[in-house]
């Protein structure tokens, strides 16, 4: 079966843009989280739109935000980048059980 | 501020041997814990998942809790150098269907052969 596809692969921004990154779920898989991943914080919880709800959310600024559709699919934005918003960003989904399947992530450095 | 603390290694072990990686929690009302197995530039995968007390296992993978003393593991026996990769925990917590999952930053092992 398909897994979690996410696009762009990469992506290199100025700071003071925005950036719109995409999440395609495993089919039947309604739950759909992110993460940004970097060397000094590791692996964080951004957050989790279940049924095109945004049903948790971490500890990152009003910058981040993202928005599911009716299909699963979902997106994720982040508005005003700064430097500190290079990372990884993972996308997973999952039943809404917790056993996600992560994307091959999308690389964003931000100039 | 829940914490989710694992030794950030690198843990060797010689091909064949168990390896056993550990992981403890702050949240008491931690509910479901997680192991993710993610190699150098590729995103993480699930190994297993474990939700209640004792041990769980899966092939050569063994997840053990214990809520009492809250930490988590995982052993690894006939160690592989495929195994070489770094292991995140992973803590769930939370009710009522809002849960917030937190990583530990990952244990680095290292199998030789």
């Known amino acids: 079966k398909a897994g979690v596809t996410q696009t762009p692969r990469y992506l290199i921004k100025t700071r003071g843009q925005q950036v719109t990154l995409s999440c395609s779920p495993i089919s039947g898989h309604r739950s759909v989280s992110w993460y940004q991943q970097t060397p000094g914080q590791g692996l964080q919880f951004l957050f989790e739109?279940?049924?095109?709800?945004?049903?948790n959310k971490g500890n990152f600024p009003g910058r981040f935000s993202g928005r599911q559709f009716s299909n699963s699919r979902s997106e994720m934005n982040v508005s005003t980048l700064e430097l500190g918003d290079s990372a990884l960003y993972l996308c997973?989904?999952?039943f809404g059980t917790g056993d996600y399947t992560f994307g091959s992530g999308t690389r964003l450095t931000v100039v | 501020q829940k914490e989710v603390e694992q030794n950030s290694g690198p843990l060797s072990v010689p091909e064949g041997a168990i390896a056993s990686l550990n992981c403890t929690y702050s949240d008491r009302g931690s509910q479901s814990f997680f192991w993710y197995r993610q190699y150098s530039g590729k995103s993480p995968e699930l190994i297993m998942f474990?939700?209640?007390?004792g041990d769980k296992e899966d092939g050569r993978f063994t997840a053990q809790l214990n809520k009492a003393s809250q930490y988590v593991s995982l052993l690894i026996r006939d160690s592989q150098p495929s195994d070489s990769a770094t292991y995140l925990c992973a803590v769930r917590t939370g009710s009522g269907g809002s849960y917030i999952p937190t990583f530990g930053r990952g244990t680095s092992l290292i199998v030789h052969p």
């Open positions: 997973a989904s999952s």
């Open positions: 474990i939700y209640s007390n």
């Open positions: 739109y279940f049924s095109e709800t945004q049903r």
